[in-house]
């Protein structure tokens, strides 16, 4: 049983446009929520984190939002940029500092220039 | 430069040959673990290694093996390979669990024929 689910397999945005993706979770227990971004032939590499104690997060163009009671995360890209055209991968866990890191199937974002 | 290293990158091995995927980084981290990303199901968790000696199951450990005699390297060991376990494999390292970001190696690809 899956997780945590990405629903949308992919996304096409236009360049400075805003970008939404969406994960959703089911374990109660998640208390930490992480964002991944992945290019072809690369290893991921984190983008984003958010502990449940918050509801917004943060980062430059990158902004995560947190809705616990929907057991929903959200990923705003604003502007976008053709750059930002990956895979991007949501994961949780049961606190900051575990070992154990559950991921969602990706979401392959396109920013068409 | 900080690094997470896999070796090989890319294989072609027949049905129960053992193989071993070595992973090594420069980082001095406490914690490494191994995943495997399969079309549809994102990234799923092996093995993760919160110290040296110290290693315990993700959500698919079966098939697996791995060790964590130094601090710098985590092997992950196929016994007997069978065909379900061709996949992309990653490597992670980071300072302590997730309250830091995660560290990838750039992947494995392994074929089992």
């Known amino acids: 049983d899956q997780q945590v689910k990405q629903n949308s397999p992919s996304l096409s945005v236009q360049e400075g446009r805003i970008s939404i993706l969406n994960c959703d979770y089911t374990?109660?227990?998640?208390?930490?929520f992480l964002w991944y971004k992945k290019y072809p032939a690369e290893g991921p590499t984190f983008l984003i984190s958010?502990?449940?104690?918050?509801d917004k997060n943060e980062d430059g163009r990158f902004t995560v939002f947190l809705n616990k009671s929907a057991k929903h995360l959200s990923l705003h890209i604003v502007p976008s940029q053709p750059g930002d055209s990956a895979v991007y991968f949501c994961a949780a866990s049961e606190g900051s500092n575990t070992g154990k890191l559950i991921f969602g199937q990706g979401t392959t974002l396109q920013v068409k220039p | 430069e900080a690094q997470v290293t896999q070796n090989p990158r890319y294989l072609i091995t027949v049905t129960g040959k053992k193989l071993t995927v070595t992973c090594s980084q420069n980082?001095?981290?406490?914690?490494m673990s191994w995943y495997r990303q399969d079309p549809g199901l994102g990234l799923r968790q092996i093995y993760y290694s919160m110290n040296v000696e110290v290693t315990d199951k993700g959500d698919v450990p079966e098939g697996y093996k791995v060790s964590r005699k130094e601090k710098r390297n985590f092997p992950l060991i196929l016994e007997s390979p069978s065909p379900n376990q061709t996949s992309l494999y990653f490597c992670a390292s980071s300072p302590q669990g997730f309250g830091n970001t995660i560290y990838f190696g750039e992947g494995s690809w392994l074929t089992v024929v």
């Open positions: 980082m001095n981290h406490e914690y």
């Open positions: 374990n109660s227990m998640f208390d930490y």
């Open positions: 958010i502990s449940s104690i918050k």
